[in-house]
């Protein structure tokens, strides 16, 4: 994915007038979505939704703390011959330890998952109240190699342009 900014229009006549001409343009732009009140909402954009991000921090980190913790509490009970699930057998009760330990690594992820912010986050988060504020918001996703409009941007007199990524 290229460069994606997000141009905040305070009037739904100009959002539409950007919108008609950046679809004409040659290449085109790989996404361009108007969001707002009788238009696309923002939750229903992954790119501008902070639940979904948070969602795959989370699962990105789900995927090396399950395993972790599962040979951290297995380590941990051969480590310390403390006898918590001697009830289970001896080999039953390190396997407990380390179905506890991968337990404890899958809420590990949504913990730091949760406590992790962004820098886009706080843009997302900025847009959003500019939404609120009767504003409209113009994504645009240029493909790789192909430079953002900027010109284009410009003239639609924005409010603001919020750059993404580049």
């Not at 460069?3 to 343009?25: C, F, M, N, P, W």
């Not at 051969?78 to 690594?105: K, N, P």
Request: charge should be neutral; hydrophobic fraction near 45%; glycine fraction near 10%.
């Amino acid at each position: 994915m290229g460069a994606s900014v997000v141009v905040v229009l305070g009037d739904r006549k100009r959002l539409h007038q950007l919108r008609d001409r950046l679809g004409e343009q040659v290449p085109p732009m790989a996404q361009v979505v108007s969001v707002g009140e009788g238009e696309t909402s923002i939750n229903d954009l992954e790119r501008l939704n902070p639940a979904v991000a948070r969602r795959n921090r989370q699962r990105s980190m789900a995927r090396w703390l399950i395993p972790f913790g599962f040979f951290a509490g297995l380590t941990f009970t051969y480590i310390t011959d403390l006898d918590t699930f001697a009830f289970f057998g001896e080999w039953s009760q390190h396997l407990v330890g380390a179905l506890l330990g991968l337990g404890s690594g899958w809420m590990g992820s949504f913990a730091a998952a949760a406590s992790v912010t962004s820098e886009e986050d706080d843009r997302i988060r900025s847009l959003r109240n500019r939404l609120e504020e009767g504003n409209w918001l113009l994504l645009i996703e240029a493909p790789n190699g192909i430079e953002m409009p900027w010109t284009t941007l410009q003239q639609a007199k924005p409010k603001a342009v919020v750059r993404l990524n580049d």
